[in-house]
């Protein structure tokens, strides 16, 4: 499995971007971003500022889904499928 490719992770949505404070105090950063996997990625930011730029909050989302998050690829069953050879069928002696 491999991280998110930069187009990957362009192709995913933020969906939330929350300030959280601590006390009163503005302390770090959560995100929730659905994956163009198909999956829902959640995480916290630490680095940063509380007054952070819309460039500076997209720019850390795609630089932690091409660093940090792994694109599941979903597994599709192969399609089996048979014909009977009924000119073999009968006695083995």
Same mark, same amino acid.
């Given at each position: 499995?491999?991280? #998110? $490719?930069?187009?990957?992770?362009?192709?995913?949505?933020?969906? /939330?971007?929350?300030?959280?404070?601590?006390?009163?105090? #503005?302390?770090?950063?959560?995100?929730?971003?659905?994956?163009?996997?198909? /999956? $829902?990625? #959640?995480? @916290?930011? %630490?680095?940063?500022?509380?007054? !952070?730029? $819309?460039?500076?909050?997209?720019?850390? @989302?795609?630089?932690?889904? *091409?660093?940090?998050?792994? #694109? %599941? @690829? /979903?597994?599709?069953?192969? *399609?089996? *499928?048979? *014909? !009977?050879?009924?000119?073999?069928?009968?006695?083995?002696?």
């Amino acid at each position: 499995m491999a991280n #998110f $490719t930069l187009g990957e992770a362009q192709a995913s949505r933020l969906e /939330e971007a929350k300030k959280n404070y601590v006390d009163g105090s #503005f302390g770090y950063w959560t995100f929730r971003v659905s994956g163009s996997d198909g /999956e $829902t990625k #959640f995480w @916290v930011d %630490h680095d940063l500022v509380e007054n !952070a730029s $819309t460039g500076s909050i997209k720019a850390a @989302v795609l630089c932690h889904m *091409t660093s940090s998050e792994i #694109f %599941h @690829v /979903e597994v599709v069953p192969p *399609t089996v *499928t048979d *014909t !009977a050879n009924t000119e073999v069928l009968g006695s083995l002696g």
